[in-house]
């Protein structure tokens, strides 16, 4: 009994054989031993981090790791001369922010996740020892007999043995956007899994009819759960914001151990030649120096920030409906460069939608999207016509859907493709709840896949009237007369002709056709001949719609660069219709199918990759192949998704989004981000913000960063000078003066920076390339220019100020000026590529940089603090000096700003992609 065994070629009697069962079911003991060999029907959920594991995680950034080393050598220096550790409780502390800020996020998504969890059906019906039962779904074997009813949920792979109209929605599994016709008999063994009509499988739901069927497979040995191990595998890459901080964290953790070596060397070299030994004041010195530049070199606030930054981005994209899994993936969002969208449910709303009706020989169309009974009837037509009213009448009454509201959305119970004909005749005014109580039906020739036709008989005010509906050429053999107006009259071939034609005109458009006729009966009610001599009403097109803000959407990701491609389990005709309404595809592109992706390899596929916008018929280890041909060239990949079928490409991809409402589990557990909404045009808004976080991130490094550099060679140069000309380790900032700046007059105004609006050009770019440094196009010359402002200035207040009025004060005015100087840079900072002009300050930032001046100010009036500080009181010259330089530097930085040539996207005429 091998799950994988080819049961949709085998006739049912065989598989029953095969299985060892029969139409009876099989006994208790039987039941106990096959749970023994195969366990559980339950798909083994992917192992959750710990609460604990997910805070430890927080630790792993190089930068993290600096500072904890930076805290341990502090607080040993501290312990040995005697004194408080204030240095080191200082550095630990924004350890643990940081890390317990990125703790928070993470673990308030995942418990977000849980809460979105929905369970799967409990129980299933049964057939054991010839007796039907309900049993729990997680005790199903193979060999069970399970039954099967419109609204049931498959919990198992099963070989369909007897089947009743029968239609499974299997959307979740294959992305098939219509309910598919089941069928008892075996197909070729070579069948993809879309088209085995003669298998149910798990996760799948059954939207009419009934049957019985054997279980063949349960738990991981399912399609649903092979689909669940492959994901369980795919490992997640780091994203580019992650690649790009242990790249600094690298440089910079590199960086403090060479000057650190060079500088130490130096002193220790010239101690031995000096003094003839190596003196404890020289290693403590040595010491003291590390600690300074390590401190100088980690910007301390920075992971508090990044963290900060990237949770306020969490935030913002839960207002807007896009739960964020993994807190980095906000930033990536910024960089993507396709999208790989699955159509059923994503682009398309995933709910059938009438579209045209041909009536009394005119085409109308139909307003409106989805479930929802809002939209109107447009054309040349007459809404009080009898054709018109009995068309509405046809599909409210010859039809076993109902619509309804459940937790604020429209949902049908029934077939999707009745459902979407109750909705037509809603927009119409014809209430469906109202109608068929005052029509009651009195007899039924329901429908099957060999009749391909329902009808219905009801009471209406002028006597009994059957209404069919079905396929165009069954209904047409049928039909003897054709209403046309108020009258009906004789049909003649030229109408059949003309009825063929529209009916293939419909269909061009991958519109899903229905046709309707009626027959006044003889007040019996009696079947007989009901279905012979009717008349012929109209056709009615439908199809699954795109969704009209994924439209939107999807032009707008055209004018940034954003390639959009749509992969479906659907067929091509309709995959390349939906594509073409959206504007997916264009001419010169190349649609493909299953089984021509099949034959490719995945180099061949790399090659033309970017030419392809639509998949059709492809199976979910084809998308997994699509998603990696993308990756190949280098580009940041979203891979959108709702079906079991999505997950292993979701995973694979570079951001991963699932659906929240329609969305199954295992898509969610891969996914990095999850729409609360199922609305495609949610992740545009997420990319814009994803920008706008990673613009906020490049302008809050860049005003880190090139305070430390100043700080970086202020010390190495005053140490190299000092030494020479002073004959001592002259520092210009102690560390605590370095941990005040970069913690506390920094901190906020970088945090400002974090949550700044957006540049005016957020959305007027193409993607950024992902391979470029964080330092690339507008902020290199900001880390060039302001250090080569600053420095100098910097150095040559300490060297006069120390030949004046020795290093106390030079420290004290190196030290106040270097905060005032940060707070102006601040300003500076707001746009890397907007003067503030034309980008002005926020509130916050404005707030962040007065309270910084104010609490310095503050300090400096209190003697403790001065103490703590090593600062001496300022007079109202070194104040009015410090202000001189801080306007004209402020000035100087704007109108480099102005001249640095920056390349600013119009959003007329957007730079091209190169995958566009």
Not at 430 to 453: I, W
Not at 719 to 746: Q, R, S
Request: hydrophobic share 45%; aromatic share 6%; proline share 5%.
């Amino acid at each position: 009994m091998e799950a994988d065994d080819a049961y949709h070629a085998l006739p049912a009697e065989e598989v029953l054989k095969r299985l060892d069962t029969g139409l009876g079911g099989l006994s208790g003991d039987e039941v106990r031993r096959r749970l023994e060999v195969y366990g559980y029907n339950e798909i083994e959920a992917e192992k959750r981090a710990s609460a604990f594991l997910i805070w430890f995680k927080q630790f792993k950034s190089p930068l993290i790791l600096i500072l904890i080393a930076a805290t341990l050598i502090s607080y040993v220096i501290s312990v040995v001369e005697g004194e408080f550790p204030v240095d080191s409780i200082l550095i630990f502390a924004i350890v643990l922010a940081a890390s317990t800020l990125g703790f928070f996020q993470e673990y308030r998504a995942e418990k977000a996740i849980e809460a979105l969890k929905r369970l799967l059906t409990p129980t299933v019906a049964v057939i054991r020892e010839n007796v039907e039962k309900v049993v729990s779904a997680k005790e199903i074997v193979p060999g069970d007999i399970v039954v099967v009813r419109a609204g049931d949920r498959v919990v198992a792979d099963c070989r369909l043995i007897e089947g009743f109209d029968l239609q499974v929605d299997e959307a979740p599994l294959t992305g098939e956007s219509t309910p598919v016709q089941k069928q008892v008999d075996p197909v070729p063994w070579d069948t993809p899994l879309p088209d085995r009509r003669c298998m149910l499988f798990a996760g799948t739901a059954v939207t009419y009819g009934k049957g019985r069927a054997v279980v063949v497979a349960t738990g991981m040995r399912t399609e649903l759960g092979k689909i669940a191990r492959e994901v369980a595998e795919i490992e997640v890459s780091e994203t580019p914001l992650e690649r790009r901080m242990k790249r600094l964290g690298s440089v910079l953790g590199k960086l403090v151990i060479i000057l650190c070596i060079l500088i130490a060397s130096a002193l220790i070299i010239e101690d031995l030649i000096v003094v003839g030994s190596l003196t404890m004041e020289t290693v403590m010195t040595t010491m003291l120096f590390a600690i300074a530049l390590a401190v100088a070199v980690i910007p301390e606030a920075l992971p508090a920030i990044v963290t900060g930054t990237l949770a306020i981005g969490m935030r913002e994209m839960a207002k807007r409906n896009a739960l964020v899994r993994r807190m980095p993936a906000v930033e990536t969002l910024g960089c993507v460069t396709v999208i790989c969208s699955d159509k059923t449910g994503t682009l398309t709303k995933g709910e059938m939608t009438v579209r045209k009706i041909y009536v009394d020989g005119s085409v109308v169309e139909v307003t409106g999207v989805g479930y929802e009974p809002r939209g109107e009837i447009r054309g040349q037509y007459d809404p009080d016509g009898k054709s018109f009213k009995l068309l509405m009448l046809a599909s409210v009454l010859c039809n076993d859907a109902w619509l309804r509201q459940s937790g604020g959305r429209w949902v049908i119970d029934g077939d999707p493709t009745e459902g979407a004909l109750v909705v037509a005749a809603e927009k119409a005014g014809f209430k469906h709840v109202e109608l068929r109580a005052k029509y009651p039906r009195v007899g039924e020739v329901p429908f099957s896949s060999e009749r391909k036709r329902m009808t219905t008989m009801h009471r209406l005010e002028d006597g009994d009237v059957a209404f069919m509906k079905g396929a165009l050429e069954v209904v047409l053999e049928r039909c003897r007369y054709i209403q046309e107006g108020g009258e009906a009259r004789e049909l003649t071939e030229r109408d059949r002709e003309e009825l063929l034609m529209m009916n293939e005109k419909f269909a061009s458009e991958a519109l899903r056709n229905l046709a309707f006729a009626y027959k006044k009966l003889d007040g019996t009610g009696s079947q007989g001949d009901v279905e012979e001599d009717m008349v012929f009403l109209g056709i009615v097109g439908m199809i699954d719609p795109p969704r009209e803000e994924a439209i939107k959407a999807v032009e707008v990701c055209k004018r940034v660069g954003i390639k959009t491609v749509m992969i479906t389990g659907d067929h091509k005709l309709t995959a390349l219709a939906i594509a073409k309404q959206m504007g997916i595809y264009r001419d010169g592109d190349i649609v493909l199918t299953g089984e021509e992706l099949e034959k490719m390899s995945d180099e061949e596929l790399a090659k033309i990759v970017d030419r392809v916008t639509v998949y059709a018929r492809v199976s979910p280890i084809q998308k997994l192949k699509i998603v990696r041909a993308w990756k190949s060239r280098g580009e940041i990949v979203a891979m959108t998704g709702d079906g079991v079928n999505d997950a292993p490409a979701v995973k694979q991809a570079d951001i991963g989004v699932a659906m929240g409402v329609t969305g199954t589990e295992v898509t969610k557990e891969a996914s990095d981000m999850i729409l609360l909404d199922d609305n495609f045009a949610t992740i545009v808004k997420a990319i814009e913000l994803g920008r706008w976080i990673y613009d906020n991130i490049k302008k809050y490094l860049v005003y880190l960063l090139e305070s430390n550099i100043v700080e970086i060679a202020m010390i190495t140069v005053a140490a190299i000078v000092g030494t020479y000309y002073f004959k001592e380790l002259a520092l210009p900032l102690l560390p605590v003066h370095i941990l005040y700046i970069n913690l506390a007059t920094d901190g906020l105004p970088a945090l400002a920076l974090g949550i700044a609006p957006p540049d005016p050009d957020v959305m007027k770019r193409p993607p950024r390339n992902p391979r470029e440094s964080i330092f690339s196009g507008e902020a290199m010359p900001f880390l060039i220019t302001i250090p080569a402002i600053n420095t100098p200035i910097l150095l040559a207040i300490y060297f006069y100020e120390y030949a004046a009025a020795g290093p106390a004060r030079a420290m004290s005015m190196v030290f106040l000026t270097f905060v005032f100087l940060e707070l102006v840079v601040a300003i500076n900072c707001r746009s890397l590529r907007f003067t503030t002009i034309e980008a002005p300050p926020h509130k916050l930032l404005i707030i962040a940089v007065l309270w910084e001046a104010v609490l310095i100010s503050i300090l400096l009036f209190i003697p403790a603090s001065r103490e703590a500080l090593n600062v001496v009181l300022p007079t109202f010259s070194d104040m009015g000096l410090i202000a001189l330089i801080c306007g004209s530097t402020f000035v100087l930085r704007e109108a480099i700003k102005k001249l640095i040539v920056v390349k600013r996207v119009s959003w007329a005429a957007p730079s091209p992609s190169p995958t566009n």
